[in-house]
T-cell receptor, first 113, second 116 residues
Framework: AQKVTQAQTEISVVEKEDVTLDCVYE???????LFWYKQPPSGELVFLIR??????QNEISGRYSWNFQKSTSSFNFTITASQVVDSAVYFC??????????FGSGTRLSIRP | DVKVTQSSRYLVKRTGEKVFLECVQD?????MFWYRQDPGLGLRLIYF???????EKGDIPEGYSVSREKKERFSLILESASTNQTSMYLC???????????????FGDGTRLSIL
C-alpha cells in the first residue's frame, strides 16, 4: 500500500526556535518522488521541494533543510530559527507510477512571537 | 509566474443542485488536477487530466465528473450536490514529462464550497 504519514497534527513553537516536521512514507515502487508543500492562511499550496528516490542527498535552502533517509522511509523537514511567517500547514506528498499522488494529512505549524 | 485561477473563492449551493467549479491555468501545462481538502485527511485526488478531453479517476471520484475541452481549463462538476461534498476544493496544474505526477504542482487559492 502507498501511504504518507504526518504524525504531528499541530506544532507550536516560539519564534527563533528550530522545528522539525516529520514525514514517513510507504511504497512498493523503487522509483518515486517526494514533495513538501506549504499552505499559508491564504489557502494556496506552494511547492517547496522535490526529491526522487535515487537522490538521498540532504538539501538546504536558507533556513529550510530536508533530510531524506530511505532506510527509515522518512523525508523530514527542518526550519531553523523559525519566524512568524513560517506559520502554515505543511504537506508531505508521494508520487509513484502505482499510486498517482498521495498527500499526508498535514502538520499545522504555529510560530508564536 | 504560473497562475492557476479558480472561479470562486466561496460558494454556497443547495442539496441536489448541479455545481460547476472552474479552473484556468496560464502556463500551457498538460496536467490538471482536482482535489478536495478536509481536516485530518489532507488532500485527496478526485480527478486528473493529462490532455484535452482526457480524464482519469483519482481516489474519490464518486459523485463528481470533470470536463476538459480546452488545455487551459479544467472543470469539476458535482452532478447532484450533497451535504457530504461540503469541502475545500483545490485545482492544480503541472508539466508532463513522461510521468504524471513527478513535477511540482501549482495550485489555485481554493474554493470553499458549502452545500446546504
Amino acid at each position: 500500500a502507498q501511504k504518507v504519514t504526518q504524525a504531528q497534527t499541530e506544532i507550536s513553537v516560539v519564534e527563533k526556535e528550530d522545528v522539525t516536521l516529520d514525514c514517513v512514507y510507504e511504497t512498493r515502487d523503487t522509483t518515486y518522488y517526494l514533495f513538501w508543500y506549504k499552505q499559508p492562511p491564504s489557502g494556496e499550496l506552494v511547492f517547496l521541494i522535490r526529491r526522487n528516490s535515487f537522490d538521498e542527498q540532504n538539501e538546504i535552502s536558507g533556513r529550510y533543510s530536508w533530510n531524506f533517509q530511505k532506510s527509515t522511509s522518512s523525508f523530514n523537514f527542518t526550519i531553523t530559527a523559525s519566524q512568524v511567517v513560517d506559520s502554515a500547514v505543511y504537506f508531505c506528498a508521494l508520487y509513484s507510477s502505482a499510486s498517482k499522488i498521495i498527500f499526508g494529512s498535514g502538520t499545522r505549524l504555529s510560530i508564536r512571537p | 509566474d504560473v497562475k492557476v485561477t479558480q472561479s470562486s473563492r466561496y460558494l454556497v449551493k443547495r442539496t441536489g443542485e448541479k455545481v460547476f467549479l472552474e479552473c484556468v491555468q496560464d502556463m500551457d501545462h498538460e496536467n490538471m488536477f482536482w482535489y478536495r481538502q478536509d481536516p485530518g485527511l489532507g488532500l485527496r485526488l478526485i480527478y486528473f487530466s493529462y490532455d484535452v478531453k482526457m480524464k482519469e479517476k483519482g481516489d474519490i471520484p464518486e459523485g463528481y465528473s470533470v470536463s476538459r475541452e480546452k488545455k487551459e481549463r479544467f472543470s469539476l462538476i458535482l452532478e447532484s450536490a450533497s451535504t457530504n461534498q461540503t469541502s475545500m476544493y483545490l485545482c492544480a496544474s503541472s508539466y508532463m514529462t513522461g510521468l504524471l505526477g513527478n513535477q511540482p504542482q501549482h495550485f489555485g487559492d481554493g474554493t470553499r464550497l458549502s452545500i446546504l
